[in-house]
């Protein structure tokens, strides 16, 4: 069986499950969360039920019914389980020039213990969660999350938005990795600004999710 976890390296690699119209079901990534993913015109299911469970509620073919709320309520009821947060999401390479790497970093200082509401979200959600914090205030978590992926988040200060401030700061996560990773963010697709800081930063959409939490 496969996994989602071997679905997101593959799609790191830049292949993609294919187009087929299917919703298909692999086992939740951990005992933290479950979730819907969406590619395009194909849906993975990563919870702990059955394909017939998913079949009797999606009709065949439909790729939009497993992230729309009567399918997602009904999962939230099986599972004991609310939705966290429906989020596009976005995947850039690492930097692996040497020269870029320095740059996208200078300035950035990791910190072991910092008191701050976006440092708390991140350990709720992530694991081995790095804190790194700019002469602006501005900060870049990075952690590992749903089904092992390095993910990341940012954070401005209001008085350094608007500067393209947000951008450097995406870009800095992809140097605060290995050379050979890749590093993944999810941002609701509400949040226009943040959707363009990551983009600018070529960070490219690559599907949806609908995150499970206890």
């Excluded at 005992?31 to 993913?37: A, D, G, I, K, T």
């Excluded at 800095?172 to 930063?201: D, E, H, K, V």
Aim: charged share 25%; with cysteine; aromatic share 6%.
């Amino acid at each position: 069986m496969t996994t989602l976890a071997a679905i997101l390296r593959a799609v790191e690699r830049g292949v993609f499950p294919p187009p087929d119209l299917r919703t298909v079901v692999v086992p939740p990534p951990s005992v933290r969360e479950s979730c819907v993913v969406a590619f395009t015109a194909h849906i993975v299911v990563a919870a702990d039920v059955t394909p017939e469970w998913v079949a009797e509620r999606v009709p065949d073919g439909d790729v939009s019914a497993p992230t729309n709320p009567p399918f997602l309520s009904a999962l939230e009821e099986f599972t004991g389980r609310r939705v966290g947060s429906l989020d596009a999401m976005l995947l850039a390479p690492a930097l692996t020039d040497e020269a870029e790497r320095a740059a996208a970093t200078a300035g950035l200082t990791e910190l072991e213990n910092l008191d701050h509401p976006r440092v708390d979200h991140a350990w709720r959600y992530r694991d081995d969660v790095r804190v790194y914090v700019d002469e602006l205030g501005g900060l870049v978590l990075t952690g590992r999350g749903v089904a092992d992926r390095l993910e990341c988040a940012i954070e401005v200060p209001p008085e350094a938005r608007h500067q393209g401030h947000g951008r450097r700061l995406a870009r800095a996560a992809r140097a605060l990795i290995p050379p050979t990773a890749s590093i993944w963010a999810q941002i609701t697709p509400g949040n226009a600004a943040s959707l363009r800081t990551f983009i600018a930063a070529n960070y490219k959409p690559v599907g949806s999710e609908a995150l499970l939490i206890k």
